[in-house]
Structures are given as structure tokens and as C-alpha cells.
């Protein structure tokens, strides 16, 4: 609306132009301040009223940050939080959205906390892609904490009753006060340089902020970051998140869990083991079955009796020969007999004394010639005459050519 | 396949020898030698297991130099 010049806004459009103005110029705010009250809502909001000598200033957690806040507010507390300004439409009232709160004291750790862990975020110190896996079965675990206290005792524990054949390389630091975190860092470089480990467990018990504070140093979390054994932490509480442990292959809860995580048990390796091994011999096993039904079948093969069969073959051809042999040589032997008999009998037809027994003679002279005609003889001549039982002695009376 | 090689190694080759010994069309041959390499691992992997030592040392850095102390030693 414009009415002489003057543009004229609604309730909402003057709401809505501070509102971004707010948002734009008060964002990522660190302020401090009391608590002057504090209302938890059903909801999981939390609205309180900070205040100092002067002024007062209106705030709200919303429910997601609520929830991960690491100290309760109460009234009376003084806080350091980091936030942004906004403003309340239905209320025209400016509040502060509080992201996180910090006993004052702290918040300045916690403010260079944040940058830090922004900055190394950036790097890619927390990347999931730099992630070393944690062998299952390591020989050698390195282990930093202190010698004393329950975190080493812990582990050790575990790891003497999971992983008996795992052996610990202890280096003791100081995980407390000024040094620490150069003993802590320090001591990650040597294992690294000393080589000869799998993991390597950085540890420390439950402790107030400022105690668990050298594993926010940035040198610890380079450490951490740039080891080539794979790095289990395990600091503090399951509640306080350091640096390292972002930067850590893998963040364990407890030093128990770490050590748990860090080997597997004897035990169900050795189950595994013989599960392989009960694989192993049962496929060789199959394998031999298979291959002994392939040699049955084979053997059930008529290829395999072929030898066999043509034998037999042969053996019917020969005996078949044999008797046509047989019969071949006999039955010309009979034919044979049979002509030789033939023959015989002309033979014998011929011979000159069948002839006899039937009633002729054989005349012969005196100088055994055969006579065929008279003419071979004169009158008086001695003629033999041969019949069949014997001879007779004449002599020629007369002889008489007769055309036979 | 040595002694000194890691158990993780040495249990991911034994992996390999059974899902080969489990393929189809395998050897006679090669599963034998299949079965003895696996038999050979297998008794790595448990020598390592039995060798209950649970050796406790602490490093110990004299004259840039590194030593291994038996027990746990105070920094």
C-alpha cells in the first residue's frame, strides 16, 4: 500500500524484513551471560532468559539441540552459548536460538573446539573414506594410556580372556595435564615408527572436560589421523565426543570395547576354523564321490567292454572258419574218395585179368608179344594163352583174319 | 604361504582354497593340491592361536633407540 508517498507495511511484512535482518546480521553468535530462568518445555524446547547487569535477552533450545546438550541449564548459571538471533512473529519479540551452551569457562574451549573441528573437518581428517579397517585377527595390539588406572588393567583383561595368543605393546603416557598431548602424539609417531603392531588402542577413563581435554589438541588428533596402524580410541564417556575419536578408525565406548573390538575371540576363531575345515574335507569328500560315481559310470560304459565284445566276435569268426574248414576239406575228401573209387573201378575194368575172369584169353608168342591178329603167328608156332586161372601151351593150326 | 604372513591373510587364503574346492569342475588334481594347501593352513592358523603367550610389554625409547621391556614399566 503507498499513501502519499509513504510505503505502508502490514504487522507481518515488518515482521518478516527484521526477521531477515536479524538472521543475516546475528547468526553464529558467542554470547555470555546468566541464566536468569529456565523452562523446559513437554515439547523438548527449552526457553530461558539470559541476562546481565543491564539487559535481558530471550532464548530458546530448540528440541534437537536440547537433547545433545552436554551440561543442563539451570538459573544462575553463568553460560557461554553460540547461536543465532531470530524473531518470535506472534510475539514481535527478538529471541536468541540456542545451539549450544557452555558453563562459562568452558565455552571459550569449546569455542576453539568448534573451529578446530571445523577445520580439520574441512581437511578431511574425520572423512569416512580414510577409515582403516580394525583386523579381526591381530598378533601385536599397541596400547597408550597410562600404566596406571583402570583403562590398561581393562583392556589387558580382555584381552586375556578373548585373545590370549594377542600380544599387547604397552606405551605409557600421561592422558592428563600439560604434557599429554605431546606424550599422547608423540607416543602414536613412535608406535608407527616401532612398527611390528596391528592396532593400536589410544585410551583413557571418564574425566571432567579439562581432563579429557589434550585429545581436543590438535597435534593428537594429526596423530590419530596420520597413523598407518589403525587407531581404536576409546576416552572418557560414551557422552564425550573428543576430536580424536572422529579421527580414529574406530571410536569404542568403553577400553573394554575396545579391546573387544580390537581382537576377535579364541574361541569363535576357533569355531570358524573348524567350520573351514569341516567345509574343506566335506567338498573334497563330494569331490571324491563325484569323481568315484564318474569311474563307475565309465565302467558301465559299453566302450569298456568293447575289447570284450569284439573278442567274441572274433572268437564266432574263427570257429565259424573252423567248421567251414571242417566241412570244406571233408566234403572234398569225400568227392576226392569218390572220383579215386570211380576211377578204381574203371581201373579195374581195364586190368587185363578182370578181363579174364570173364571169360577171355591173353595169347602171347614165344617172345610175349600180345597177339592182336594172325598175322603176327605161322601155323606151328607156340602161343601162349593166358585165362584167368592159368596158362595154356599151344600151337597155332590155323590162321584166319577176321574183320572184327 | 609363510608362517610369518598375517592370520587375516592366511584366513582369507584359506577362504579362497574352499571356494574353489566348492566350484564345480575341479580337478582331482588340483583339489588334492587344493586339500593339502588348505590342511597346511589351517594348521598355521591354529599353531598361532595356540601359542597362548599373552606377552605383556612395554616400549621403551633409550638413546633414540626402542626396546621392549617385559610388564608394564611407568613412563
Same mark, same amino acid.
Request: contains cysteine; aromatic residues 8%.
Given at each position: ?21 536479524l ?6 553468535l ?24 543491564q ?15 552436554k ?5 544462575g ?8 538471533l ?32 571445523e ?7 574425520f ?31 580382555v584381552?586375556?580372556?578373548r585373545?590370549?595368543?594377542?600380544s ?25 615408527q ?5 592396532t593400536?588402542i ?12 589434550c ?6 588428533v ?15 564417556h ?10 580414529a ?7 573394554s ?5 580390537a581382537?576377535e ?16 574335507y566335506?567338498?573334497?569328500?563330494q ?11 565309465f ?19 574263427l ?13 572234398t575228401?569225400?568227392?576226392q ?7 578204381q ?19 602171347t ?17 607156340d ?17 584166319k583174319?577176321?574183320n572184327? | 604361504?609363510?608362517e610369518?604372513?598375517?592370520?587375516? /591373510? ?9 571356494? @574353489?574346492l %566348492?566350484?564345480?569342475?575341479?580337478? !582331482?588334481? &588340483? ?5 593339502e594347501?588348505?590342511? /597346511?593352513?589351517m ?7 595356540? @601359542?597362548? %603367550?599373552?606377552?605383556?610389554?612395554? !616400549?621403551? &625409547?633409550?638413546?633414540d ?11
Amino acid at each position: 500500500m503507498n499513501i502519499a508517498g509513504h510505503s505502508i507495511l502490514t504487522i507481518t511484512q515488518v515482521a518478516n524484513q527484521v526477521k531477515y535482518t536479524l538472521e543475516k546480521n546475528y547468526a553464529n553468535l558467542w554470547i555470555q551471560g546468566e541464566i536468569a530462568s529456565c523452562k523446559p518445555y513437554p515439547s523438548g524446547h527449552i526457553y530461558l532468559t539470559l541476562k546481565d547487569g543491564q539487559s535481558e535477552l530471550s532464548a530458546v533450545i530448540f528440541s534437537p539441540y536440547a537433547k545433545q546438550l552436554k551440561h543442563k541449564p539451570v538459573s544462575g548459571l553463568k553460560v557461554t552459548v553460540n547461536g543465532d538471533l531470530s524473531l518470535y512473529s506472534p510475539r514481535g519479540q527478538f529471541q536468541l536460538q540456542i545451539r549450544n551452551l557452555y558453563p562459562t569457562g568452558q565455552g571459550e574451549l569449546w569455542l576453539a573446539y568448534e573451529a578446530l573441528k571445523e577445520k580439520l573437518e574441512l581437511e578431511g581428517l574425520f572423512s569416512q573414506e580414510s577409515k582403516k579397517q580394525i583386523p579381526r585377527f591381530p598378533r601385536r595390539i599397541g596400547i597408550i594410556t597410562s600404566s596406571e588406572g583402570a583403562v590398561l588393567r581393562d583392556i589387558i583383561q580382555v584381552l586375556n580372556r578373548r585373545a590370549p595368543h594377542v600380544s599387547c605393546l604397552i606405551y605409557p603416557v600421561s592422558v592428563q595435564g600439560q604434557y599429554a598431548a605431546g606424550e599422547i602424539s608423540k607416543a602414536i609417531e613412535s608406535m608407527n615408527q616401532y612398527g611390528e603392531m596391528d592396532t593400536l588402542i589410544v585410551g583413557r577413563g571418564g574425566g571432567s572436560l579439562e581432563d579429557l581435554w589434550c585429545f581436543n589438541d590438535e597435534q593428537v588428533v594429526r596423530a590419530i589421523f596420520a597413523s598407518h596402524i589403525p587407531v581404536i580410541t576409546a576416552i572418557g564417556h560414551e557422552t564425550d565426543t573428543t576430536l580424536s575419536d572422529y579421527a580414529a578408525d574406530y571410536r569404542a565406548p568403553t577400553p573394554s570395547a575396545a579391546a573387544e573390538i580390537a581382537a576377535e575371540d579364541r574361541q569363535e576363531t576357533i569355531q570358524f576354523l573348524d567350520n573351514i575345515s569341516e567345509r574343506i574335507y566335506s567338498a573334497s569328500k563330494q569331490m571324491i564321490v563325484v569323481h568315484n560315481e564318474k569311474i563307475d559310470s565309465f565302467h558301465k560304459r559299453h566302450g569298456f567292454f568293447k575289447p570284450h565284445l569284439v573278442l567274441e566276435q572274433w572268437d564266432e569268426k574263427l570257429n565259424d572258419f573252423n567248421r567251414r574248414l571242417k566241412q570244406s576239406t571233408q566234403s572234398t575228401f569225400i568227392s576226392q574218395k569218390r572220383k579215386v573209387d570211380s576211377l578204381q573201378d574203371k581201373i579195374l575194368l581195364l586190368n587185363p585179368k578182370t578181363q579174364l575172369k570173364r571169360g577171355f584169353a591173353i595169347a602171347t608168342d614165344s617172345k610175349n608179344n600180345i597177339i592182336f591178329s594172325p598175322n603176327q603167328v605161322k601155323v606151328n608156332d607156340d602161343v601162349t594163352v593166358q585165362v584167368a586161372r592159368g596158362i595154356l601151351k599151344t600151337k597155332v593150326k590155323e590162321g584166319k583174319i577176321q574183320n572184327v | 604361504m609363510s608362517e610369518k604372513q598375517p592370520f587375516e /591373510k592366511t584366513l582369507s587364503d584359506l577362504q579362497a582354497i574352499i571356494e @574353489e574346492l %566348492e566350484s564345480e569342475n575341479l580337478s !582331482l588334481d &588340483k583339489m588334492v593340491h587344493l586339500f593339502e594347501d588348505g590342511m /597346511k593352513l589351517m594348521k598355521i592358523c591354529r599353531t598361532q592361536l595356540d @601359542e597362548v %603367550e599373552n606377552r605383556i610389554t612395554t !616400549l621403551v &625409547k633409550e638413546n633414540d633407540e626402542f626396546s621392549e621391556k617385559p610388564g608394564i614399566k611407568q613412563s
